[in-house]
């Protein structure tokens, strides 16, 4: 069992930077994969990001390649995204994910756990 609970979310400008954190609590964060997905109303879950097990793979959407950085500390059992050069388009309701496998993926129905989410919005 894994408990995930996101913050940093917050109003911002375009062009800043923000960090997003994902702290994780139970006993298989460091054999778990996690990942980043958003989502906006009345459009499906966007994969965004995902780190294996170890950190040793990272993997991007498109849209974010070269602007968003995905992370994770296993001694602080914690997730971050950073996110630099934010567009009007990135804002959405970020979510932490985890799953039972310690590869990479995008698709959101790999993923076994989920946080409540953060509100991200980007001002034009």
């Known amino acids: 069992q894994v408990q995930l609970v996101e913050s940093g979310g917050e109003l911002v400008q375009t062009g800043d930077s923000l960090r997003l954190s994902c702290a994780a609590s139970?006993?298989?964060?460091?054999?778990?994969?996690m990942g980043w997905f958003r989502q906006v109303p009345g459009k499906d879950r966007e994969f965004v990001a995902s780190?294996?097990?170890?950190?040793?793979?990272?993997m991007y959407a498109d849209s974010v390649k070269g602007r968003f950085t995905i992370s994770r500390d296993d001694d602080k059992s914690t997730m971050y995204l950073q996110m630099s050069g934010l567009k009007p388009e990135a804002t959405a309701v970020y979510y932490c994910?985890?799953?039972?496998?310690?590869?990479?993926?995008?698709?959101?129905?790999?993923?076994?756990?989920w946080g409540q989410g953060t509100k991200v919005t980007v001002s034009s």
């Open positions: 994910a985890a799953r039972r496998s310690r590869l990479t993926t995008r698709y959101y129905n790999n993923y076994d756990y």
């Open positions: 139970g006993r298989t964060f460091s054999d778990s994969a």
């Open positions: 780190i294996s097990w170890n950190g040793g793979y990272t």
